[in-house]
């Protein structure tokens, strides 16, 4: 009897599952709206580019506070918004890694154009994308913020998101402290988190590691001893095996995974200003 009722169960399950996909594929026929205020920026300015990549499932409305750092005599700003990012967790779903990198080499591709130098700036698994762009691409500095190549507990994570999308499509975010998270919502970013495109991060993250050899850049890497995606063993890996010949690694005390208060916002633009005047 128990059996029964747990197959049926499952079975309610699957078709409840099934006329969801049905739904979504049919929704996603019509032409996604981007959210407004979630659009790709781009400020001209001077001889040197700035490519700013935003992280999984955010937007460009994340950068406004770094613009200080990039005055618009000196420097032309680039944030495209990444493919699938600024619609919906449904468009989300329908793109792949390889179509968020596509996203960021046609910006840098763009800034190359009348740039003489190029900067990268990426928050999260935007630094993952600029870290497959400096293995390629010339690029003179990269700066990395809260960017993981492997989470603090890589296989059981993939583990429970795999386990996870039997039954869902999708999880609501929670912020940890949850005191950020009324200023992570002031920006555009999505509430949930696609379970689908969650599992497509191991492919970038994987694909960002073994790329590390070949990056020569100038690197600035920032991490918070208060991430809890991540610990220092993350740091440990990408300062040891990138190329680099002026490289820096800072590890702040209250930044969490992406800096969200104007104190450490302030620190961060400092260092990154230091940083950037050091490797001239």
């Not at 935003?54 to 460009?60: I, L």
Request: proline share 3%.
């Amino acid at each position: 009897m128990i059996k029964t009722i747990l197959l049926f169960g499952l079975a309610v399950l699957l078709v409840l599952r099934i006329k969801g996909k049905i739904k979504r594929a049919k929704n996603m026929k019509k032409k996604p709206k981007v959210m407004k205020g979630a659009e790709s920026k781009f400020i001209k300015g001077g001889k040197e580019g700035v490519l700013l990549l935003h992280g999984f499932t955010s937007t460009p409305d994340e950068f406004p506070w770094i613009l200080k750092n990039f005055p618009k005599k000196k420097y032309t700003v680039s944030a495209p918004l990444l493919a699938g990012h600024g619609t919906s967790i449904e468009h989300l779903d329908t793109t792949t890694w390889q179509d968020w990198y596509r996203s960021a080499e046609k910006a840098y591709k763009e800034l190359r154009k009348s740039c003489e130098k190029i900067i990268i700036v990426g928050s999260s698994s935007g630094g993952n994308l600029g870290l497959l762009l400096a293995s390629k691409y010339k690029v003179d500095s990269i700066v990395l913020m809260g960017t993981i190549v492997k989470f603090k507990f890589h296989e059981a994570i993939r583990v429970l998101a795999s386990i996870t999308g039997i039954f869902t499509d999708k999880i609501k975010k929670r912020h940890f402290p949850r005191v950020i998270e009324k200023e992570i919502n002031k920006k555009r970013h999505y509430r949930f988190i696609p379970i689908k495109s969650f599992k497509v991060l191991f492919g970038l993250m994987k694909e960002s590691r073994n790329a590390l050899s070949n990056v020569k850049s100038n690197l600035l890497l920032i991490q918070s001893n208060d991430d809890f995606l991540t610990n220092k063993n993350n740091v440990r890996c990408i300062y040891k095996q990138i190329n680099s010949k002026n490289k820096e690694a800072i590890i702040m005390d209250s930044a969490f995974h992406i800096p969200v208060f104007e104190k450490e916002r302030k620190e961060i633009r400092s260092l990154i200003t230091r940083y950037l005047d050091q490797v001239k």
